[in-house]
Nanobody, 121 residues
Framework: QVQVVESGGGLVQAGGSLRLSCAAS????????MDWYRQAPGKQRDWVAA???????NYADSVKGRFTISRDNAKNTVYLQMNSLKPEDTAVYYC???????????????WGQGTQVTVSS
């Protein structure tokens, strides 16, 4: 089992920055991808950014050029640096670690509990 914990959310003014962290703990798990999602009140959960184990990144068009996903392997932590924040970025942000256990072809997804980001205008 992998435990995933997000942190770093808060209240920020439009144009400001925040860095979210997502730490994973557990053993025997080989990470394939790490993703950030967000869910605004009354809306579906939307994908925001992805980082593969090989270091490739991908972003939703709405955040491209403003958000950066990165990873600290030593700390088993993935980050989401959010710059030039807009009120429409307000949401609960979730991270997801996806991968495999040794000897298994089944893919597992582990989600964090979410962290609130509020951007005031």
């Amino acid at each position: 089992q992998v435990q995933v914990v997000e942190s770093g959310g808060g209240l920020v003014q439009a144009g400001g920055s925040l860095r979210l962290s997502c730490a994973a703990s557990g053993s025997g798990f080989s990470v394939n991808t790490m993703d950030w999602y967000r869910q605004a009140p009354g809306k579906q959960r939307d994908w925001v950014a992805a980082l593969t184990g090989g270091g490739n990144t991908n972003y939703a068009d709405s955040v491209k050029g403003r958000f950066t996903i990165s990873r600290d392997n030593a700390k088993n932590t993935v980050y989401l640096q959010m710059n030039s924040l807009k009120p429409e970025d307000t949401a609960v942000y979730y991270c997801k670690w996806s991968g495999y256990y040794s000897g298994s072809y089944r893919k597992y997804d582990y989600w964090g509990q979410g962290t609130q980001v509020t951007v005031s205008s």
